[in-house]
């Protein structure tokens, strides 16, 4: 298996994994491939990666800048020199599951942001996952219309995210 960038080329396929991991899910809202694909068609994703191998394209995983405000602040991240970004989508074909592949995008995704100097990553997910990749509930996060059990953060530099509400990429709003 490869990890590398996605291109335009990828499209189509990264739009048939996402649909495929994502499908009947109790967590999926359904807009997932709609996501990745404003995203991708909007810049928005700072880094994209795909995994592939002998059968094609088997993962996909996105990061794009949020904002987080709160009294008196507004951290206007660009997801470099500081700021904090967040994974997702984030799907792995289902015939391919459960063989590391999720986990590989994601350390590859972690080793890129660090260069780019990001502050740290957030998700909205599963914790018994996410937890395993050093993902933590951060004190007084908050991402509108999300339990917030599922918000979880990992920061590269030390520090928690700050106490706030997360405004994540207009893309998100795709359906
Ligand atoms: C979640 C997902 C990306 C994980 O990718 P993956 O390649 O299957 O994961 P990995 O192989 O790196 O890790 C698998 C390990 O995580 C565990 N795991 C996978 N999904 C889990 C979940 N929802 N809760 C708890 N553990 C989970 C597996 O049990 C496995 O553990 P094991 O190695 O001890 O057996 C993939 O299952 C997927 O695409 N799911 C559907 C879409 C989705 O849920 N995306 C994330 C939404 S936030």
């Known amino acids: 298996m490869i990890l590398r960038d996605q291109t335009d080329a990828d499209r189509d396929a990264v739009r048939a994994v996402v649909t495929a991991a994502y499908r009947g899910l109790p967590i999926a809202s359904g807009t ?11 810049g928005g994703a700072i880094v994209a990666l795909v995994a592939e191998d002998f059968s094609g394209l088997v993962g996909q995983a996105a990061f794009s800048a949020v904002q987080i405000f709160g009294p008196g602040f507004r951290i206007n991240g660009n ?28 350390q590859e995704g972690f080793s890129r942001l660090k260069a780019r100097g990001a502050a740290g990553c957030l998700v909205v997910g599963d914790p018994a996952y996410y937890g395993r990749h050093g993902f933590r509930r951060p004190a007084g996060l908050h991402v509108p219309g999300v339990p ?28």
């Open 32 to 42: 997932e491939p709609a996501i990745m694909d404003a995203l991708w068609a909007s």
């Open 148 to 175: 917030d059990r599922y918000v979880l953060a990992v920061p590269f530099r030390g520090s928690p995210p700050p106490a706030g509400t997360v405004e994540y990429h207009e893309a998100f709003s795709a359906t």
């Open 79 to 106: 997801g470099t020199n500081g700021g904090w970004v967040a994974l997702g989508p984030l799907s792995v074909r289902p015939d391919r599951q459960r063989a590391g592949v999720g986990t590989a995008l994601i």
